[in-house]
């Protein structure tokens, strides 16, 4: 048995294990930008402007300016009113539901992240669909007037891209929490799950996301109403946490091009897996997510022959059956495609 978690060298379209070499199409990393040599170009040169880290909190009397400048510039491009970053995408979610649920009842949708999570798992089963159309029936009958509704934009395993139209029919005062970690910065043409979710009067919408995915920053990013972005710069959480490596954040800001380009190679590379696979019965995707979800239990077994490595592993748990996705990445040369084509079909 091939052991894969004890890699010394960095994850990219291909990896080296005991002198062979894997084809891999995995991860998270849709926009390739971990080996984007403009990127890290990037990155050096915040790190020669800003320094490898900052140990400071938000709160201390000398503060680097890139912070406030990378939340301007991130709520801007994402389509929000006000943007607060953090270390990490789980202290984010964290930050969100600590300090929003409070008084208010607490819905949760299907498959929500566990970063997402109060105390334990919420357990609510069902078809997203299902959830949502019961949802509107339990809010708009309750006696309840506030709520806080929390849930990812999608399902990135068993790729589903979620509708929520079903918010327009809610009565109450709602706070709307949405994990897009997994579609900012490649769904909606690069931009977030904000510019899908209808607006209205008695709903605030707030969005949560690692950046450590598309974006390829090790950060934590929530976008939002300006009222409650305050509200959450006030809390104690985030007063007391130390910010992300100002570097990353100098690279993503100056980084527009890059993800342009990026996200042109990552679509071309998904349509031409998805023209081939929509031929056949035996994979499950949705329009121009990079990811594709194999109804072949044995499928990475027999790719693992010829030396290609895909994402698998048992769902739901370890005594689950096995879950094999294609992942794809901007890293991928129109060699790989070819190659991994050749051996699925």
């Known amino acids: 048995m091939i052991d894969f978690t ?19 199409f995995g991860g998270t990393a849709y926009l390739g930008i971990p080996q984007s040599d403009d990127f890290l170009k990037l990155y050096i040169e915040g790190i020669k402007k800003y320094g490898l880290n900052n140990g400071t909190s938000r709160t201390n009397n000398v503060q680097l300016g890139i912070y406030d400048e990378v939340e301007a510039y991130a709520s801007a491009k994402f389509g929000a009113q006000a943007a607060l970053i953090t270390s990490s995408g789980y202290l984010a979610a964290q930050l969100l539901v600590q300090n929003l649920s409070g008084s208010r009842e607490i819905s949760y949708a299907p498959a929500s992240h566990p970063a997402l999570w109060l105390t ?14 019961n949802l509107v ?16 934009s999608m399902n990135n395993l068993f790729p589903e891209i979620y509708d929520f ?17 997994h579609g900012i910065g490649i769904n909606n043409n690069g931009l977030s799950a904000l510019s899908i979710i209808p607006q ?3 709903l605030k919408t707030i969005l949560v ?17 300006s009222d409650l972005i305050q509200d959450l710069k006030r809390s104690n959480m985030f007063l007391g ?20 380009s990026q996200l042109s190679k990552l679509k071309n590379n998904t349509a031409k897996v998805a023209e081939v696979l929509a031929k056949s019965n035996n994979w499950h995707f949705v329009d121009q997510f990079p990811v594709f979800l194999a109804k072949n239990a044995d499928l990475s077994a027999r790719l693992l022959q ?16 096995k879950v094999n996705r294609i992942v794809l990445s901007s890293w991928h040369s129109r060699a790989d495609i070819e190659t991994l084509l050749q051996a699925i079909t």
Do not use: R
């Open 6 to 24: 004890k890699l010394s060298s960095p994850l990219a379209n291909t990896i080296n294990v005991n002198g062979d070499e894997y084809l891999y």
């Open 120 to 133: 334990e798992d919420p357990k609510i089963t069902g078809t997203f669909t299902e959830w949502s159309a």
């Open 137 to 152: 029936d339990e809010i708009n009958n309750s006696d309840k007037e506030n709520w806080v509704i929390v849930t990812n």
């Open 165 to 181: 139209s079903f918010v327009s029919k809610l009565n109450k005062q709602v706070i709307l929490i949405v994990d897009d970690s």
């Open 200 to 202: 209205s009067e008695n």
């Open 209 to 225: 996301a690692s950046m450590a995915k598309a974006l390829g920053v090790d950060a934590g990013l929530v976008l939002g109403p």
């Open 241 to 260: 946490a130390s910010p992300p490596s100002a570097a990353g954040l100098y690279a993503f800001k100056n980084g527009s091009e890059i993800y342009e």
């Open 306 to 321: 010829q030396k290609i490595l895909v994402s698998s592993f048992p769902y739901p748990d370890k005594n689950g059956p």
